[in-house]
């Protein structure tokens, strides 16, 4: 089946920009998306289709996909960023959806 | 305003058994794929199962393929997960979240409920 692998945690100091990967065999050739999770609440979509942002969700967030690494940027980096993300691709071998395993951003 | 909201979780003993609703409102039910997506204490989203808009197709998570079954009822607005042969790893959070697309492919995931606490212990 189909593997998403994200690193564990990112640290970013207030006002600088977090990057986020997401890696997978030819992941760019698929559309990623990608979900913030905060603490006890339930995940929201952040972007989807690789770049597309959401209504309502702020123009810091972005989105890349080439090659084998999906990226989700966050500029300007503010305490309330501070959550898990999450990538998340539709698999059409398996007829499954696929998340990455998950990246705590901290901000210091 | 999309609303999705789950109920019907609980304790279970290890085999026992748990049907899980998920109650939507704003958006055209019937327009939609809906899916059940889960997390495990401390842990990262692990998809369950989906159903497309009209329940004419179904998609299960290799783990629990045979033990669970996804319903709708669109006449009440509503999705289910029957859930059979509960373990201990079946512990999680359950989420209910509307998909982007009414059917195959699948493609995201727009708005997700609270979610439901299942805890599967003796």
């Known amino acids: 089946s189909y593997v998403l692998t994200q690193p564990p945690s990112v640290s970013v100091a207030p006002g600088q920009t977090a990057r986020i990967t997401c890696g997978g065999n030819n992941i760019g050739s698929k559309s990623v998306h990608w979900y913030q999770q905060k603490p006890g609440q339930a995940p929201v979509l952040v972007v989807n289709?690789?770049?597309v942002r959401p209504s309502g969700i702020p123009e810091r967030f972005s989105g890349s996909n080439s090659g084998n690494t999906a990226t989700l940027t966050i500029s300007r980096v503010e305490a309330g960023d501070e959550a898990d993300y999450h990538c998340?691709?539709?698999?059409?071998?398996?007829?499954?959806?696929?998340f990455g395993t998950g990246t705590r951003v901290t901000v210091l | 305003e999309v609303q999705l909201l789950e109920s019907g979780g609980g304790l279970v003993q290890p085999g026992g058994s748990l049907r899980l609703s998920c109650e939507a409102s704003g958006f055209v039910f019937s327009g939609n794929a809906m899916n059940w997506v889960r997390q495990a204490p401390g842990k990262g989203l692990e998809w369950v199962s989906a159903?497309?808009?009209?329940?004419?197709?179904?998609y299960y998570a290799d783990s629990v393929k045979g033990r669970f079954t996804i319903s709708r009822d669109n006449s009440k607005n509503m999705v289910f997960l029957e859930m059979h042969s509960l373990r201990a790893e079946d512990t999680a959070i359950y989420y209910c979240?509307?998909?982007?697309?009414?059917?195959?492919?699948?493609?995201?995931?727009?708005?997700w409920g609270q979610g439901t606490l299942v805890t599967v212990s003796s």
């Open positions: 998340q691709v539709w698999d059409t071998s398996g007829d499954q959806y696929v």
């Open positions: 289709d690789d770049s």
């Open positions: 159903i497309s808009f009209s329940g004419g197709r179904t």
């Open positions: 979240a509307k998909d982007h697309s009414p059917n195959y492919p699948l493609y995201y995931l727009e708005y």
